[in-house]
T-cell receptor, first 123, second 112 residues
């Protein structure tokens, strides 16, 4: 069972360009979280998504940042018109759906499994 | 205010010694988790301790939780050079919560 996949691992953009970061959760996981880590800092929560739904985007800047988790394909974190302050490591985590069978509950669980991160550098 | 503050910020020990890192937090929690991050890499989940637990073991790791003092400690016994990494505590608070709140981490260097 492959872990959480993120790509690219490193991304260099010039100011004003768009950055697109991708995250494929672990197999069987339907919850995706994005965190940002500035140099010498801990991770800060940005957004929590389930398939086709943004559950909580309270940690995401109101402008230029958006996230999606479509029915098919990876979750995408998009940063438009990047600025130098956007330079950071962006981590995606996933957690499984709880329960089994036709009445399984779609709730978040406690343990989040992190991907290797995308290191964004804005020149 | 920041939840999950680790101390010390940096720790350097000889291989074979024990390493102890501490974490303090401010609000009541559901659980507290410890993660390891090797330089330039992602986070590896080490151990989770729930608010009604006091101590937990996993291999060479021992975690304690004191909810009255709002603090936790991570002990790594018989350290190895491969344990060199940053260690973060993260807390989960509130019913149905999912936002992990991380501290700034402790940088551990184990000298061979």
């Amino acid at each position: 069972n492959a872990g959480v996949m993120q790509n690219p691992r490193h991304l260099v953009r010039r100011r004003g360009q768009e950055a697109r970061l991708r995250c494929s959760p672990m197999k069987g996981h339907s919850h995706v979280y994005w965190y940002r880590q500035l140099p010498e800092e801990g991770l800060k929560f940005m957004v929590y998504l389930q398939k086709e739904n943004i559950i909580d985007e309270s940690g995401m800047p109101k402008e230029r940042f958006s996230a999606e988790f479509p029915k098919e394909g990876p979750s995408i974190l998009r940063i438009q018109q990047v600025v130098r302050g956007d330079s950071a490591a962006y981590f995606c985590a996933s957690s499984p759906t709880t329960g089994t069978g036709p009445k399984r509950r779609r709730t978040s669980t406690d343990t989040q499994y992190f991907g290797p991160g995308t290191r964004l550098t804005v020149l | 205010s920041q939840q999950g503050e680790e101390d010390p910020q940096a720790l350097s020990i000889q291989e074979g010694e024990n390493a102890t890192m501490n974490c303090s937090y401010k609000t009541s929690i559901n659980n507290l988790q410890w993660y390891r991050q090797n330089s330039g890499r992602g986070l590896v989940h080490l151990i989770l301790i729930r608010s009604n637990e006091r101590e937990k073991h996993s291999g060479r790791l021992r975690v304690t939780l004191d909810t009255s003092k709002k603090s936790s400690s991570l002990l790594i016994t018989a350290s190895r050079a491969a344990d060199t990494a940053s260690y973060f505590c993260a807390t989960l608070s509130g019913a149905g919560s999912y936002q992990l709140t991380f501290g700034k981490g402790t940088k551990l260097s184990v000298i061979p």
